[in-house]
């Protein structure tokens, strides 16, 4: 996903990291998945491409 915060001239991409599994197939390339308690196998971060550094990191662990 993509971001532009045009009052700060800011560009910031939202990257969302799953590992293959059967549930997911091809669903990622249509739309944002939501996990709850996605195991070990959930990393999303926001990345800011303009300040070259990263926020709001998620590593989901096993429940």
Same mark, same amino acid.
């Given at each position: 996903?993509?971001?532009?915060?045009? *009052?700060?001239?800011?560009?910031?991409?939202?990257?969302? %990291?799953?590992?293959?599994? @059967?549930?997911?197939?091809? !669903?990622?390339? #249509? *739309?944002?998945?939501?996990?709850?308690?996605?195991?070990? %196998?959930?990393?999303?971060? @926001?990345?800011?491409?303009? !300040?070259?550094? #990263? *926020?709001?990191?998620?590593?989901?662990?096993?429940?």
């Amino acid at each position: 996903m993509y971001c532009c915060d045009k *009052s700060r001239k800011e560009i910031e991409v939202w990257v969302s %990291c799953y590992c293959k599994e @059967k549930h997911i197939k091809d !669903k990622y390339k #249509y *739309s944002i998945i939501r996990m709850h308690d996605g195991g070990n %196998c959930n990393i999303n971060l @926001k990345v800011n491409l303009t !300040k070259q550094n #990263y *926020s709001e990191l998620n590593i989901s662990g096993n429940a």
